[in-house]
């Protein structure tokens, strides 16, 4: 519990707070131009949020407590995911709790507290959204579980500092089930982010939505949490995806100085990964809601895979 | 310069021959002459090997020993009198329009670059060699299958090549883990794959390896022998095709495929020291029998009847060699020779008879004996033949495959009987009526058939029945005791 | 750099085992081909390297036929045949695809149990990789059974040769060069002799599809 811990747990906190409007916007910007428009600034969702915290609030008439601090709950449980993936180092204060299968957990329940809460008013669509929702979810899980699994059996702990030491102070090798996973794990992050091939985030045709079609009903602050979230969870799945496949490049504990490189490092991997999703996204074409089951079918069979030929191969 | 050359060059040349001349009237002759030489060829090589013992030929590429060399002997022949049969047979379908002489070339030159393939199968100490043979004979009978163009026989013909495809490509891993067991020991050279080579060294592979070796080897090869369950592509194959083809098929290329399987089963039988290897041939041999056995019973269409009869010989061959031990070992041999002969013949003879009846259909074709004497005594000396009516040669070789049995195998016996009592009652059912039946609408043939090859194929089995001459009976014995067990 | 090549080789079979998946699933036949191709790819390239760490020459023939094979000609004689056959879709499978990935786990799972003993007792560089190819080989048996049209089960059966030669590729460093020959000149002929065969097919039946194939049947 260093102060030198702590510095780096608050860092990483507001780091990931003003960072991943940032990375969203960067993803729109090239999604834009890959698709040959005009893209807008890069600091426009900034402005959104700014704008809607301006907004005076206005709620359904029937809609419950449980829908009023709905907003909060998913953003608290994205923050907390943001805080406890060693983005830029690994002397977290709250490491024993950055847990692989806590963090699944935290993705789970922000997504029964949205779901919940778009069916609370009633409308048709939230309902929609909501059991969409659902379906993505409970297959996009057992897959991200199996990733999960598939690096902690190369490193022997389901603890995310660990794997991300482990990973990184190994020798440069290729590891074919961590190839696997990682097929496995932009899938799962394409399905659960709301991104196309699954969803368009740019869709205003309600009936095509999944994520969006939830928080229809929001507006002012609680929109712009939601907004927040989303792109919390984008930044969290980005750097959970870089501390499994590219962990190079994290300060450990006890290096100040690596602690200042970090940050440049994450930008750079990020941006990278940005552009590389943005890449994506544009090759593709969103698919009907009836195959999703069959591509995150094929993500958790990838991951499983993964998991055998680690078995198979492990004596290399 | 070894008759081995010629054994198996003459039928390549003569497919090249036959691929630019076989659509004229000329090329049914061409083809049964370009049979005849392989088959002389074929007894050169064999008095030579009688006389101056397993032979190597081309920096031991080739291996000729006591097993095959007789195996070589008997397609050539039956090859011949199948070419010979051919002749008429197919200038009937010809004029009857089922055939047309861009089809026939592709006949011709087929039917003799399938007789290579499988001479080479025979005779190539390599087992990778071995399985290429194996799926090029496939290969050139898939498009004779279907060379009739109904929607039957292109059925048959593409159940025939995906079925036996998947088959021996199981074979060729079984082939592939054999290596790896034999790369342990001698190391990775060109001799590695030679079966020569590994017979010496047999008690040194790995059990494991060859174990489960031998397993996709018997489930690959066995596809092609027609063992239950793999067997589905059988009936269809030969009842669709031409006779002659249906002949080959039935009478030649199941031999090889059992060849190939007894190969490895010497190998692993050195190496695994149990008796595992027979064990498994015993249980898919039996219920191929009993299978086959029941299936008889069901059919209408006189090919497909045959065909099931072929596999139900081809599990009792299975099962004798299953069985191991120098009397089943040569019952197995001497089955394998007769049921050649035997079910060849028959199938000449149901040729003529489909011929005459314009249909395969047996309820619609009877009284062969009052149209054409010849064709309705040879079917149902054939059909006696082959449910092991004694003095025939089948007779003898189920005796002692039956009597062994009972002495080590006893709780087999009773399925054994079942299944043969089954198949002699259906099939004399429906052979009787055919034969011997009321007058229909039998039209009479073209052209004369040949029918000489039947009664010769009849009168040799009949005299294995009886007699079998000494150096025959060396052989048997020879290839019965290096089979082992 | 000589630890690094094993690893590479067993990330070629990965993904030769990836791409077994992938034409599972694939309902294109354009994307089924060129799938293939990939296939071959890899397999070429794994036979170069290993050729490279073990010093065979044999091995370099080997990379080279494949390549000329499996990457060139058959995907230019499949792709011409399927436009002159006109097909495009395969959009019925006998089961669905989550269903196909399942059993596909399952069989992946027995191929890699069966394969282990085995692989422990080579001495060759790869021979982790024997469960992968069999793999590989039991997934595109499972393609053969599960399709309704005709050119995805002759790529199956394609596929499944490639499965066969990677795994004679790791497990012994190649077989012996006539036999590669003449397992090459038998798919070569198979190809052709298939493709003769789909046009019969079509011109009887005016369709591809199997389950017109289905008709003789003992009664």
């Known amino acids: 519990m260093s102060a030198l811990g702590v510095f780096s747990q608050l860092m990483a906190l507001v780091t990931a707070l003003l960072l991943a409007p940032l990375l969203t916007g960067w993803i729109n910007q090239w999604r834009h131009w890959l698709q040959n428009k005009s893209a807008p600034s890069l600091l426009q969702p900034y402005l959104t949020l700014h704008k809607l915290f301006n907004k005076e609030l206005l709620m359904a008439e029937h809609a419950s407590p449980l829908y009023r601090f709905t907003p909060y709950v998913v953003f608290g449980c994205m923050l907390l995911a943001s805080a406890i993936i060693p983005t830029l180092s690994t002397d977290l204060p709250l490491s024993p709790a950055a847990d692989a299968i806590a963090l699944v957990g935290l993705f789970a329940l922000a997504r029964v507290f949205i779901s919940l809460a778009a069916m609370d008013v009633g409308t048709s669509f939230g309902t929609l959204g909501a059991r969409r929702e659902m379906l993505v979810g409970f297959l996009a899980e057992p897959a991200l579980l199996m990733v999960m699994f598939g690096a902690s059996m190369i490193t022997g702990s389901t603890s995310l500092t660990v794997i991300v030491e482990t990973l990184a102070h190994r020798e440069l090798a290729i590891y074919p089930s961590l190839l696997l996973a990682g097929v496995a794990f932009t899938m799962v992050s394409l399905a659960e982010n709301a991104r196309v091939p699954v969803d368009n985030p740019d869709t205003h045709l309600e009936l095509t939505m999944i994520h969006e079609a939830m928080i229809l009903e929001y507006s002012a602050r609680h929109l712009a949490l939601m907004e927040w979230a989303a792109s919390l969870k984008l930044f969290a799945y980005s750097c959970v995806g870089l501390a499994l496949f590219f962990p190079w490049g994290v300060a450990e504990a006890n290096a100040p100085l690596a602690l200042l490189l970090a940050l440049p490092v994450l930008i750079f991997k990020l941006a990278i990964g940005g552009m590389l999703m943005a890449m994506i996204e544009t090759a593709s074409a969103k698919m009907r809601i009836f195959r999703v089951p069959e591509f995150l079918g094929t993500a958790f069979l990838l991951a499983v895979i993964g998991l055998l030929v680690n078995v198979l191969l492990g004596g290399q | 310069m070894s008759a081995l050359y010629l054994v198996l060059g003459v039928p390549l040349l003569g497919g090249l021959v036959l691929a630019l001349v076989g659509h004229q009237p000329r090329a049914r002759d061409i083809n049964v002459v370009f049979s005849l030489l392989t088959f002389l060829a074929a007894c050169v090589m064999t008095v030579e090997v009688i006389d101056g013992g397993p032979q190597f030929v081309w920096a031991k590429q080739f291996y000729i020993d006591p097993l095959n060399v007789f195996l070589v002997t008997l397609t050539a022949f039956v090859g011949l009198t199948t070419a010979i049969f051919s002749r008429p047979y197919m200038r009937i379908e010809q004029d009857h329009g089922k055939m047309t002489p861009p089809r026939m070339r592709l006949y011709h030159s087929m039917y003799q670059l399938f007789s290579f393939t499988m001479l080479l199968g025979f005779t190539t100490n390599n087992l990778g060699i071995i399985w290429v043979a194996m799926e090029a004979a496939t290969l050139t009978t898939v498009l004779l299958v279907s060379v009739y163009r109904t929607p039957a026989s292109l059925e048959a013909a593409w159940k025939y090549f995906i079925l036996c495809g998947v088959g021996i490509a199981q074979a060729l891993f079984g082939t592939i883990l054999v290596y790896m067991a034999a790369d342990k020991v001698l190391g990775a050279e060109d001799a590695t794959l030679l079966w020569s080579s590994l017979s010496d060294i047999k008690g040194q592979l790995d059990p494991t390896i060859m174990s489960l070796a031998f397993v996709f080897l018997l489930i690959g090869y066995g596809t092609k022998i027609g063992l239950v369950p793999l067997h589905s592509w059988l009936p269809d194959a030969h009842a669709e095709g031409p006779t002659p083809v249906s002949a080959v098929l039935s009478g030649l290329l199941l031999n090889v495929a059992m060849y190939a399987v007894l190969r490895c089963k010497v190998l692993t039988d050195g190496a695994l020291g149990t008796q595992m290897a027979g064990q498994l041939m015993m249980g898919f041999g039996l219920l191929s029998v009993v299978v086959a056995a029941f299936f008889i019973s069901r059919q209408k269409d006189v090919k497909r009847m045959f065909s099931y009869s072929s596999i139900e010989h081809m599990g009792l061959i299975t099962f004798a060699f299953g069985m191991g031990g120098p009397v089943a070992n040569f019952a197995g041999l001497l089955h394998m020779t007769v049921h050649s002969l035997v079910k060849s013949a028959i199938f000449f003879t149901v040729g003529h008879a489909t011929q005459k009846a314009g249909t395969q259909v047996m309820s619609e074709i009877r009284g062969l004996i009052k149209v054409n004497p010849t064709v309705g005594w040879g079917l149902m000396l054939g059909v006696m033949a082959i449910l092991g009516m004694p003095p025939f040669g089948v007779f003898a070789s189920e005796f002692l495959i039956l009597t062994t049995a009972m002495r080590e195998q006893p709780w087999a016996t009773p399925f054994l009987f079942l299944a043969l009592g089954v198949a002699f009652a259906s099939m004399l059912i429906r052979v009787l009526p055919m034969v011997f039946g009321e007058e229909t609408k039998l039209k009479p043939l073209a052209h004369p058939p040949a029918l000489i090859p039947v009664f010769v194929h009849l009168a040799l089995g009949l005299v294995l029945g009886l007699y079998i001459p000494a150096y025959l009976n060396g052989w048997y014995v020879a290839a019965a005791s290096m089979l082992g067990g | ?219």
């Open chain 3, 1 to 219: 750099m000589s630890h690094f090549v094993p690893q590479l080789i067993n990330l070629f079979a990965t993904l030769i085992l990836l791409l077994s998946f992938a034409m599972l699933a694939q309902r294109r036949i354009v994307s089924l081909i060129n799938l293939f191709m990939i296939q071959g790819a890899a397999l070429a390239a794994a036979s170069f390297l290993l050729g490279y760490v073990t010093g065979h020459p044999d091995l370099y023939v080997s990379g080279g036929l494949t390549l000329l094979l499996k990457v060139v000609l058959i995907p230019w004689m499949l792709h011409r045949m399927i436009r002159k056959l006109n097909v495009r879709w395969d959009v019925e499978m006998l089961l669905n695809i989550p269903t196909t990935m399942l059993v596909g786990i399952a069989l992946v799972i027995f191929a890699f149990s069966l394969a282990l003993p085995i692989s422990r007792l080579s001495d060759a560089v790869a021979g982790g990789a024997l469960g992968i190819a069999l793999a590989c080989v039991m997934l595109s048996f499972m393609m053969m059974i599960t399709r309704s049209k005709a050119v995805p089960q002759v790529i199956g059966f394609l596929s499944m040769e490639n499965g066969l030669l990677f795994a004679a590729t790791t497990v012994t460093n190649g077989m012996p060069m006539i036999v590669e020959f003449g397992i090459a000149l038998d798919v070569l002929v198979g190809v052709l002799i298939l493709g003769v065969f789909m046009f019969q097919i079509r011109e009887k039946f005016d369709s591809l599809d199997i389950r017109h194939l289905e008709s003789l049947k003992d009664d």
